[in-house]
């Protein structure tokens, strides 16, 4: 089947450039393109549509008026906005109702990929009410005790930029979403970024400090929630894995670029945040379903969500347009071999460092015993026989 698309601008000369550019993807895609909000309403009243590709500023009804309504109406629609003339409130304002923002001009090969990849994340995610969740959300609760160190941090008359970075940079939560913001085409940076404090060092602070307390970007999980799933230990253990797989990709002399690229092992369990956030009751069954049964976190999800945390993860991650090999050190995290040709990869360090830290954790029993297995495993598939025992000297 193929998936339907629907462009929205009140500029009829770029509709019709939009058709010709796009003319090769007739046989992938169904595509229609309308000149304003309310036919964009009507179009998406009597079909249904997968993208929709809207211009920030419009008469009547604006992108971000359109875009908002369509995420109360039809969650499951991946939302991009497609803008050239937007300013840096505008933008801030439409983060949380959109997936992904492209800047006018754009090359039609990055149209036309953005628009594919967003389209297989979706359906490699096959649980539909999850799929309309994960579009609908906004921002990924943070654990309590990083957001109120932030809102003291940038309430405070001698806050800095430093602090400030090193607290989102401890947070998975805060740290995706200033990785959508700052990766978003609309600060044009020649290169993708995969680490928060970077992002954050390009952001500023007067605009962390906005998204903060205006925009309000952030939210926290309620105490009760985190202390019945013990939100703070996983978050310590993103918080290990990621300065670990950092640590192993320099030791296997890889570029800086991945180096950087492992750290966002922080991001590697936001599946699980994100479940719990959102089903705090199934999540306490998941947990009590790996503890009375003996499996994995992963398998007991799967059977009470029909999918586990990684994929769940990489799904909102990939839809909010964050780099490829952040996406795929989530999704692979469990299963880095799969996708290894050879060598030591960004994806197998955060692996690597997901396993030792279990290995060498609090987690006594069966989690110890599999991520032994899996370390095992891992170097049998990947010829590296010493690499753990090397690894596990910079924990």
Not at 75 to 90: A, K, M, N, T, V
Request: charged content about 25%; overall charge negative.
């Amino acid at each position: 089947m193929k998936d339907r698309i629907l462009f929205v601008d009140d500029d009829q000369g770029l509709l019709m450039g939009l058709r010709r550019m796009l003319h090769s993807m007739r046989s992938e895609w169904d595509m229609e393109f309308t000149g304003n909000g309310s036919q964009a309403l009507e179009l998406l009243a009597q079909k249904r549509f997968d993208v929709i590709v809207s211009d920030m500023r419009m008469p009547g009804m604006d992108g971000w008026a359109l875009i908002s309504r369509v995420r109360e109406l039809y969650p499951h629609i991946i939302r991009i906005i497609f803008s050239g003339h937007c300013d840096q409130e505008l933008v801030l304002k439409s983060l949380g109702n959109t997936h992904q923002f492209l800047a006018k001009p754009c090359r039609p090969e990055i149209l036309t990929a953005v628009i594919r990849r967003s389209c297989a994340l979706r359906d490699r995610l096959s649980v539909a009410p999850l799929q309309d969740l994960l579009s609908r959300m906004e921002v990924i609760p943070s654990l309590p005790s990083l957001y109120q160190k932030l809102m003291n941090e940038v309430t405070s008359s001698d806050g800095s930029l430093r602090n400030a970075g090193r607290i989102i940079a401890e947070d998975p939560g805060m740290s995706a979403k200033i990785l959508q913001l700052i990766n978003s085409s609309f600060f044009g940076l020649p290169r993708q970024i995969s680490t928060p404090a970077e992002a954050v060092t390009l952001l500023g602070f007067n605009t962390i400090k906005d998204l903060v307390l205006n925009i309000k970007i952030f939210t926290q999980f309620e105490q009760d929630t985190t202390a019945l799933l013990g939100l703070e230990a996983v978050g310590s253990h993103c918080i290990r894995t990621g300065c670990l797989a950092g640590k192993i990709a320099a030791r296997e002399k890889l570029s800086k670029e991945a180096v950087e690229d492992t750290t966002t092992g922080l991001l590697h369990d936001l599946g699980k945040l994100i479940l719990a956030a959102n089903f705090p009751g199934e999540y306490s069954a998941v947990l009590d379903l790996a503890r009375t049964e003996n499996i994995p976190i992963q398998e007991a999800e799967k059977k009470e969500f029909g999918v586990a945390h990684p994929e769940v993860g990489a799904y909102l991650l990939g839809l909010w347009g964050l780099p490829d090999s952040i996406v795929s050190a989530v999704a692979l995290h469990h299963s880095s071999w799969e996708c290894i040709l050879e060598g030591i990869q960004p994806v197998t360090a955060v692996a690597g460092a997901d396993i030792l830290d279990h290995v060498g954790g609090d987690n006594p029993g069966l989690e110890q015993d599999r991520s032994r297995f899996l370390a095992l495993d891992l170097q049998k598939r990947l010829h590296i026989p010493d690499k753990f025992a090397d690894w596990a000297e910079l924990q």
